[in-house]
């Protein structure tokens, strides 16, 4: 057995009770935690508990646990989840996106559209009024929608209204067009972030680049701007912590320009194969991404941040 994830997964079960609020994001988070540890009786044993949550994070536990049980080649257990989800008959569009991704994945294009046109018969008002806005192109009904599209483009399907209402959306053609003609949306992010105690020593060292020394705002809206990019279907968030001193070595090295973006990227590259990345979002029992040396669930992970 791996024992890091076994022990994040015994970490989050210790919250189960602390958090009531939460116990479906915790239980799937668990349980995920205890499938790569490779207990997967444990990991099922927890889905089934989320299931019986009902609601979106039941719906989310059943996805959760056909992936796992396809993982193990049970297919027809796998199958029998999803059977089960559509009888479920949730109002909640994500436990049936997460369907059809997973589906897509499997290159079951046919039943992947299927999933995609019942979670987008599930998107709320709210949730389709958001493409309208300036950052439309963003949002969670949007990627839902681009998916259908782009599985329905697989499938060699003529284009219908609601596929061109994705390449025609708020002038942003060019990403529609990028969504569309990809096998999969974006799998990782970069995001390049200064550690709370760096930010100070960045902005006196270079202000034009960093603005301010306020870094609980910054800290905050790198937090909400993280959920935002996960929200719109970025699956991976990798983390790149900077420091002063390594943005100056990087630049007596290379000759570079510390405000030139180009110079920032391959200093990126080169933390990030150094191994200092960081998976967004930590484990609720792991330090916080932001250098806080706090509980991510007591930092940044908090409910109210």
Known sequence: MNTRPATLAAELEADLDRYPDQRGEILLEAAVQWWHAADHDRAIDLLRQGIDLGGEDGG???????EILFDLDRDADANAQLDALRRDRIDSAAPYHMAAE???ERGDLQQALTWFNMA????????????????????Y????IAGRHRVRRALELPPDDLDDSVQSMAGHADEFTRAATTPKPPREMRVLFWPRPEIPRAHETWPQLVETID???????????NRDLADSGIPRIT?????????????????????????????IN???AEGHAISWPPPRNAPCWCGSTTKYKKCCGRPTT
């Open 60 to 66: 989310n536990a059943r996805v959760t646990l056909a």
């Open 102 to 104: 997973l589906l897509e």
């Open 120 to 139: 987008v018969s599930r998107l709320s008002d709210d949730e389709t009024a958001e493409r309208d806005t300036e950052l439309g192109f963003l949002c």
């Open 141 to 144: 009904a949007n990627h839902v």
């Open 215 to 225: 870094a609980d705002a910054t800290i905050a809206e790198r937090e909400k701007a």
């Open 239 to 267: 983390m790149v912590p900077l420091t002063v001193a390594k943005l100056l070595d990087h630049t007596i090295r290379t000759g570079g320009d510390p405000t030139d973006s180009d110079t920032r990227l391959a200093c």
């Open 270 to 272: 080169e933390i990030i």
